[in-house]
DNA sequence: AGGCTGACTCCGT
DNA sequence: AACGGAGCCAGCC
């Protein structure tokens, strides 16, 4: 059990807060928890995830909006599949109109 | 025990 | 503008 990993545990609770319907970044979450230089743990933290839909790890994507950890969910298209659900347009693996769907967790949580 | 990989990002050339 | 290297650090071989 890593429930004690606060670096994880906070990717965590970052991720959940995330708006239906917006989108945030890898590097946007490490920023806010204080280890922008860490955006690959926030995505490690998301692959640890796993089956956790409580996560809507779905919502996270690298700073340009690219579905980059798409192929690490059930279906190749799953991850865009969700976000379109949401109302997020996606082509090409990538998030149309990303600076308005973005979400800032130190802009609404810090 | 040592080395490679990866759902990232920034910096230098 | 494009490419390569570096930093970060946990997991796997």
């Keep these: 059990m890593k429930n004690n990993d606060n670096f994880f545990e906070k990717v965590y609770d970052v991720a959940r807060k995330i708006p239906y319907g917006r989108v945030t970044s890898y590097g946007a979450i490490a920023k806010f928890l204080g280890a922008a230089k860490s955006a690959r743990m926030v995505g490690w933290a998301m692959n640890s ?3 956790d839909h409580s996560i809507p790890a779905h919502r996270v994507v ?7 950890g798409k192929h690490h969910f059930s279906g190749i298209n799953l991850m865009q599949q969700l976000l379109e ?3 997020i347009q ?4 990538k998030i149309i109109h990303f600076e308005t769907v973005f979400w800032n967790p130190s802009k609404n949580i810090g």
Excluded: A, W, Y
């Excluded at 690298?62 to 980059?68: E, I």
């Excluded at 996606?90 to 693996?93: N, V």
């Design 49 to 51: 995830v796993g089956g």
């Design 62 to 68: 690298n700073r340009n909006g690219v579905l980059t």
């Design 85 to 87: 659900n949401e109302g």
């Design 90 to 93: 996606i082509k090409d693996d």
